[in-house]
């Protein structure tokens, strides 16, 4: 008798004893659509409060580690990316020049110059320091 989890995963659970949950060894699960939690962490997210659906096992159980289904993830600090984008937005309009546009990656003297200093005297800007424009927004798009 076949189960849904079994297609999904394609391995064969054995009955971790309680009967709750599907138990793996390591190595042995083609979890297309599971990770752990540090996996998730590596691909930038978390659990996001739903509960692990199998166990993945090393070693005869003395190791083991949770696994979540990756499409009910959530992503890693939202807010932080909010607050980040807000910071990098204000930080852009100190930072670009308004007469080429360069995005630099230090603040310019906007408030005495009103320009980058290429642009104020020529003196040439090092090109390593400024994105050229179209200024491209680094987090949002
Ligand atoms: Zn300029």
């Not at 009955?15 to 998730?40: C, E, H, I, M, Y």
Request: glycine share 8%; with cysteine; net charge positive.
């Amino acid at each position: 008798m076949a189960d849904q989890d079994q297609d999904l995963l394609d391995v064969d659970p054995y009955d971790p004893g309680d009967g709750s949950l599907l138990v793996f060894r390591w190595k042995q699960a083609g979890r297309d659509n599971l990770a752990t939690r540090r996996q998730l962490r590596e691909m930038g997210l978390r659990p996001g409060g739903q509960e692990p659906v199998a166990r993945i096992e090393c070693r005869g159980g003395k190791r083991f580690a949770w696994l979540y289904r990756i499409d009910l993830a959530k992503p890693k600090r939202p807010m932080t990316l909010a607050k980040e984008a807000a910071l990098d937005k204000a930080m852009a309009a100190r930072q670009t020049c308004g007469t080429c546009r360069r995005r630099y990656f230090h603040c310019l003297p906007l408030k005495t110059l009103g320009s980058c200093l290429e642009c104020f005297d020529g003196t040439p800007a090092d090109p390593a320091s400024y994105i050229a424009p179209p200024a491209k927004h680094l987090l949002a798009s």
